[in-house]
């Protein structure tokens, strides 16, 4: 006759034996289902790192074209402007000539004269807001040179540099010529100092402020520095 005490004990530890088992059997499955989550990760990880790469790769074996502006464009070539209606200033005393639309008022204005020299001829272009200034054969030049924003700027064949500035007491901005950017605003070719600045208002919209500048540039490639 079996004992009911001990049937019920073998069951006990059968149920409980299953129950283990069922749980390590759950922890496997929790263990191998965090396992290949790991493992997808890594995969795509590893993925995109390859993706990002062969990326980088390609870029860096593209050619970058990069445009540098020509200080002198196309468009404001000599060959490219319509003399018809242009005007010619000559001043063979200061080795210039020029040429300039009959849109814009020629003035001139005799300098100072020490001896046989004169200083500081005054040149002037006006057309509307916009002013032309030159001074020829500059003297008793003074302050410190300041520096300007600018691109350097071919002239008659000659390496200058364009500069630009702001004046907030008027309102104004300046494009002028100069043989650094670091500047009083002048240069000197021949022995000869010179001053070469346009001024609009800075008010100015921004086709009226292109078209001016373009004019200004256009009236520059005109230049001829004679020796």
């Known amino acids: 006759m079996v004992n009911n005490g001990s049937k019920n004990s073998t069951s006990f530890l059968k149920v409980k034996q299953n129950i283990s088992l069922s749980n390590i059997l759950h922890k496997l499955w929790l263990e191998s289902l965090v396992f290949r989550a790991a493992i997808f990760v890594v995969a795509v990880s590893l993925f995109l790192f390859f993706i990002g790469t062969i990326t980088i790769l390609k870029s860096l074996q593209t050619p970058v074209t990069v445009s540098i502006p020509d200080p002198n464009t196309s468009e404001n070539k000599l ?41 500081n001829t005054t040149v002037e272009l006006t057309n509307k807001d916009s002013l032309i200034t030159m001074y020829l054969n500059m003297n008793g030049i003074g302050g410190l040179p300041q520096t300007h924003e600018g691109e350097s700027y071919i002239l008659d064949g000659n390496n200058l540099y364009k500069f630009r500035k702001y004046f907030s007491y008027n309102g104004t901005k300046q494009v002028g010529i100069s043989n650094s950017l670091t500047t009083l605003g002048v240069f000197e070719l021949n022995g000869i100092t010179y001053s070469i600045t346009l001024t609009y208002p800075a008010t100015y919209e921004n086709s009226s402020e292109k078209a001016v500048l373009k004019e200004f540039d256009q009236i520059l490639s005109t230049f001829k520095f004679l020796d």
């Open 79 to 119: 060959s490219d402007i319509n003399l018809a209606n242009w005007k010619t200033y000559t001043n063979s005393l200061y080795g210039l000539s020029f040429k300039y639309p009959s849109t814009w008022k020629l003035t001139e204005k005799a300098g100072q004269q020490e001896g046989e020299v004169t200083y």
